[in-house]
């Protein structure tokens, strides 16, 4: 079963369109019984719930991923969904990053430049 996972980025939500959404609409044609391409899940959701959801959901073979995701999806949320797809043993087959920030959980989140932003 193959999955299509957008994440979205900061200041990114269902409240407004975004690029996000816009790829989200184009990835839907994709959609059939052998692949699910899920709604865009914002940077700040749950990851663990997000893997276990599709664990859950994928009769079979262990399903593989395609994650798109952009800024804090892709610097935030990404690593800890690949995490936890590593520890429930789903492939992450692709992942398209734009942009990836790292967030520092040290640093306040409304901090407006994130200096640890440009580092590794």
């Given at each position: 079963?193959?999955?299509?996972v957008?994440?979205?980025?900061?200041?990114?939500?269902?409240?407004?369109?975004?690029?996000?959404?816009?790829?989200?609409?184009?990835?839907r044609?994709?959609?059939?019984?052998a692949?699910?391409?899920l709604?865009?899940?914002?940077?700040?959701?749950?990851?663990?719930?997000?893997a276990?959801?599709?664990?859950?959901?994928?009769?079979?073979?262990?399903?593989?991923?395609?994650?798109?995701?952009?800024?804090?999806?892709?610097?935030?949320?990404?690593?800890?969904?690949?995490?936890?797809?590593?520890?429930l043993g789903?492939?992450?087959?692709?992942?398209?990053?734009?942009?990836?920030?790292?967030?520092?959980?040290?640093?306040?989140?409304?901090?407006?430049?994130?200096?640890l932003?440009l580092?590794?």
């Amino acid at each position: 079963m193959k999955w299509i996972v957008p994440l979205m980025g900061f200041r990114e939500s269902a409240s407004r369109r975004t690029g996000m959404e816009r790829l989200w609409a184009e990835l839907r044609r994709y959609a059939s019984p052998a692949c699910t391409v899920l709604s865009p899940w914002e940077w700040r959701d749950n990851m663990r719930s997000l893997a276990a959801f599709i664990c859950r959901n994928s009769p079979g073979a262990p399903p593989r991923l395609f994650v798109f995701a952009y800024s804090w999806g892709g610097g935030y949320a990404f690593p800890r969904l690949a995490a936890e797809c590593d520890r429930l043993g789903v492939v992450i087959e692709t992942a398209c990053l734009c942009d990836p920030v790292y967030r520092s959980r040290i640093l306040p989140p409304w901090l407006p430049l994130n200096p640890l932003s440009l580092l590794r």
